[in-house]
């Protein structure tokens, strides 16, 4: 059976973003590089994706408190 590698833009498909979006997060060492090319297996990125934090987690400035 041939192995089947996922490339950016099919991860970017893969989680729901842009390919730009996707060049922003920090992504799990490639299964398998050629050339200048890096491919992950789908069950990699699966598994990766499922232990990232949630959206707003340790990010971002904090809020203003209001005196009143």
């Known amino acids: ?11 970017a498909e893969r989680l729901g973003i842009t390919k ?4 922003r997060y ?3 060492e490639p299964d398998v ?9 789908e069950d990699t990125i699966d598994q990766w994706n499922a232990q990232r934090p949630g ?3 340790g ?4 809020r203003k408190n209001k005196t009143e």
């Not at 059976?1 to 991860?11: G, K, P």
């Not at 730009?20 to 060049?23: D, I, N, R, V, W």
């Not at 590089?33 to 297996?41: E, H, L, M, S």
Request: aromatic share 6%; glycine share 18%; hydrophobic share 40%.
């Open 33 to 41: 590089v050629v050339g200048k090319a890096r491919g992950w297996r």
């Open 1 to 11: 059976m041939t192995e089947r590698y996922l490339s950016m833009t099919e991860v």
């Open 59 to 62: 990010g971002g400035r904090p």
């Open 20 to 23: 730009g979006a996707l060049a």
């Open 55 to 57: 959206r707003g987690v």
């Open 26 to 28: 920090r992504l799990p």
